[in-house]
């Protein structure tokens, strides 16, 4: 499962590496419709029980990220592992998450 959603929280759990990333896209395309229909105007996205992530995964999630952001949301991430975390700032990809995470830069 790759993500819950409650209320205006996101929890993303599972493998987000290229093994398992095609099976996230699925449920984000279904979360980004429930997005929508809601009012929120910012989410939260609990990252703590993704197991693993890639270049593969970082990627879907950046551009989840933008598609919620053309909806005129923010997403805002949280509780990010120290794998994740250390795959941000090794990829050099802290750009693309500082606006959403201040500490991956």
Not at 22 to 28: A, D, G
Not at 67 to 81: D, F, I, S, T, W
Request: glycine share 8%; charged share 20%; with cysteine.
């Amino acid at each position: 499962m790759a993500t819950r959603t409650t209320d205006s929280k996101h929890h993303l759990s599972g493998n987000w590496t290229i093994e398992g990333v095609v099976s996230q896209v699925n449920v984000l395309s279904r979360s980004l419709q429930k997005l929508e229909a809601g009012n929120k105007k910012r989410i939260q996205v609990d990252c703590g029980k993704i197991k693993s992530i890639d270049m593969s995964g970082l990627q879907l999630l950046h551009v989840w990220m933008e598609l919620v952001k053309m909806r005129g949301m923010e997403a805002h991430l949280y509780n990010l592992p120290d794998g994740m975390q250390q795959s941000i700032r090794h990829l050099g990809l802290g750009h693309c998450f500082t606006d959403n995470y201040p500490d991956a830069a």
